[in-house]
């Protein structure tokens, strides 16, 4: 971009708006009864358990690796169980926010390669991260709907 | 926002990463057979069909509205058939870019309601939409699966 475009958020309010959004997936998480979280899926793809593991390996290693362009130093955990799951994902809501805080002003403009493959600018790196976690947990309330589960308002975070 | 707060991302980029998520909706839509994409869903959710006119009733209203702060100006149409969905798609895309083009620099920061009911900054406006698209997708996904269609590639834009 050029310098003078026009911000369209700034990266403390991408930040709020990506916790708001976490807080949100931690409430869909809850939903699942224990005994589903990790044995339904719908059209043969992965359950709700796995999807949060994967948004866990994503957003505190982002995080992580903005900040200190070291994409190994932070070892992500991926839980069995709901209450395993719920417990890395608050662990992995601190760890966003203090990652976050020293990323340097510049970085969300800077071409970077993160985990030694994607290559793009900060802010699309950032947006993949939430926009994998938007989608997935669009996956997450189907689920929810076909155990007959309502999930929470979409605009609720 | 502090004005002194770093950019995550400029209005130029933010409008060609929301166009990147509207090529793959598009993808999306026309991956549906023709007699699937307003009879078939899961849960008791709506059909993509449906889902996609929603995404239309949004988009180019909400660029057409952060421009002119006019929130009924824009009358978007909805398609009975995955043909005119298409269309009416391709005639928002351009619609998109045609109204993003003159929204002011500061628009994006200010405290506005759109379409009479929800207030917020405007880039939470246009993120809501943007955000709202690729929940919705998700489940698009989901039910491309259960139909036995692969989807394309979450990245592929």
Redesign the interface.
């Known amino acids: 971009?050029?310098t003078a475009?026009?911000?369209?958020?700034?990266?403390?309010?991408?930040l709020a708006?990506w916790q708001g959004?976490r807080r949100l997936t931690r409430r869909v998480i809850e939903l699942f009864p224990d005994d589903k979280l990790f044995t339904f899926s719908?059209?043969?793809?992965r359950t709700f358990g796995e999807l949060a593991n994967e948004l866990l390996f994503m957003a505190a290693p982002m995080a992580h690796g903005l900040a200190t362009l070291d994409w190994k130093g932070y070892e992500p955990k991926g839980g069995k169980s709901k209450s395993e799951v719920l417990a890395l994902w608050d662990q992995s809501t601190k760890d966003v926010d203090k990652y976050w805080a020293p990323i340097p002003?510049?970085r969300?403009?800077e071409t970077i390669t993160s985990f030694g493959q994607y290559t793009g600018?900060g802010?699309?790196q950032?947006?993949?991260v939430v926009?994998?976690e938007?989608?997935?947990?669009?996956?997450g309330?189907?689920?929810?709907?076909?155990l007959g589960i309502a999930p929470p308002a979409?605009?609720e975070r």
């Open positions: 971009m050029s475009a026009p911000t369209f958020i700034s990266a403390p309010d991408m708006h959004h719908l059209g043969g793809m002003a510049g969300f403009q600018p802010h699309l950032v947006l993949s926009d994998n938007v989608h997935h947990r669009g996956q309330y189907v689920y929810l709907r076909a979409f605009w």
